[in-house]
């Protein structure tokens, strides 16, 4: 999976061999296709928001708990099929946790452009960012980054709990949205 780099008169360019390409092809497949339980799933969260079913309290431990549990059952399982289909459970949990949200944004005045605004700069960080990794020669697997992404993670979600439980602020609630779209 090396890439070949190639440079002439200042400029460079990047050939990303065939193996690198396949996996690349794969990859982006994969989650194409995992956004239908998302889509899925967000659908029976609007239809029957979480936190009237389970309450807020009820919901959140719900979510960490799928959160946490369909991430460790992927890993578990990284290496056959059934990885794959604990990859769509995951998704599909996703998004119906998304239900009490999208729930609130549609009934707001603007809220298709909302929520088309959110798709719309995911998608765009998402291809900015797969670019930028296709292209460069940096190495991303580096061990120390995947710990600094979980514990900011975390830190997220904490931020968010709080924000949500005891300090409702708007500007916090902006920040993380964008943090979490990135």
Excluded: C, H
């Excluded at 991430?71 to 009490?100: C, E, H, K, P």
């Excluded at 900015?128 to 975390?154: C, D, E, H, Q």
């Amino acid at each position: 999976m090396s890439a070949v780099i190639n440079v002439r008169a200042g400029m460079s360019s990047t050939r990303v061999s065939p193996e690198a390409a396949r996996v690349l092809r794969n990859t982006y497949l994969l989650l194409a296709v995992s956004l239908l339980p998302t889509i899925g799933g967000a659908a029976i969260g609007i239809a029957n928001p979480p936190t009237a079913v389970l309450g807020f309290w009820g919901t959140l431990i719900a979510f960490m708990v799928a959160l946490v549990g369909l991430q460790a059952m992927i890993i578990r399982n990284r290496n056959s099929a059934a990885g794959i289909g604990w990859l769509f459970v995951f998704t599909g949990a996703l998004g119906y946790f998304l239900g009490d949200i999208l729930a609130v944004a549609l009934s707001l005045k603007n809220g298709v452009e909302l929520i088309g605004l959110a798709i719309g700069g995911t998608a765009a960080l998402f291809l900015a960012l797969a670019g930028y990794a296709t292209v460069t020669t940096r190495n991303f697997a580096t061990p120390g980054i995947s710990k600094v992404l979980f514990i900011g993670m975390i830190m997220a979600f904490g931020m968010g709990i709080l924000n949500v439980a005891f300090l409702n602020m708007p500007v916090i609630a902006l920040s993380l949205s964008s943090l979490f779209m990135i």
